[in-house]
């Protein structure tokens, strides 16, 4: 089956530690996402990348960290420098940019 | 930055009956998109939609542009219909979502 795979589904942060949360994909999409959601918020983005090797940062890059050195996956390191990392944070992908967007299932991430 | 306000923030409907969620945006577009998040987390892409109408079911949507905004309408409603219906519009590359509509369908 095509579509985007995130791991873990759940993920305990503690204190000072980096973590990583997994995004891989199937559908050959050249651009991949990452977004944040609060409960009760939208969507807001922190990274995007549209091809392999590049990537950008979106509204709230601040803590965050990616790398795009295949195309099948986009993982995101929370470093210990966000604050605020409790979220759930979603892996999304697209053809091209900004053409019609596919998500995964999500990562939950919660603080010890 | 662009502005995005969904209309109305909760909704509750009995089972069978219809519902027109709205979307509103402060600029100008490039495309639109309207998502399902089910209770669950995951979020569905019901339409891509930068202009006119189209339908897939019991859903459809409009956007008309000129006038910045876009409406969802699902028609007899289901129970599975219920979570929450995020429109995003993208400007100048970027993705803006809405806070969305929280739909609960009663049995």
């Known amino acids: 089956d095509g579509g985007i795979t995130q791991s873990p589904k759940y993920l305990f942060r503690k204190e000072g530690q980096n973590v990583t949360l997994s995004c891989e994909q199937n559908?050959?999409?050249?651009?991949m996402y990452w977004y944040r959601q609060d409960p009760g918020q939208g969507l807001r983005l922190i990274y995007y990348?549209?091809?392999?090797?590049?990537?950008q940062k979106g509204d709230i890059a601040e803590g965050y960290s990616v790398s795009r050195e295949k195309k099948e996956s986009f993982p995101l390191t929370v470093t210990s420098a966000q604050k605020n990392p409790t979220a759930f944070y979603l892996c999304?992908?697209?053809?091209?940019?900004?053409?019609?967007?596919?998500f995964g299932s999500g990562t939950q991430l919660s603080v010890l | 930055g662009i502005q995005v306000e969904q209309s109305p923030p909760d909704l509750i409907l009995q089972e069978g009956a219809n519902s027109t969620l709205r979307c509103n945006f402060s600029d100008s577009v490039n495309n639109l998109q309207w998502f399902h998040q089910n209770p669950w987390g995951q979020l569905i892409n019901l339409f891509y939609i930068p202009s006119g109408t189209k339908q897939n079911g019991r859903l459809s949507a409009t956007t008309v542009a000129t006038e910045r905004y876009s409406l969802l309408y699902i028609s007899s409603s289901q129970t599975t219909d219920s979570g929450v219906y995020f429109c995003a519009v993208e400007s100048n590359y970027k993705l803006t979502f809405g806070k969305g509509t929280l739909l609960t369908v009663n049995p």
């Open positions: 990348s549209q091809i392999v090797n590049d990537f």
């Open positions: 559908l050959n999409h050249d651009a």
């Open positions: 999304a992908s697209s053809p091209q940019i900004n053409e019609k967007l596919f």
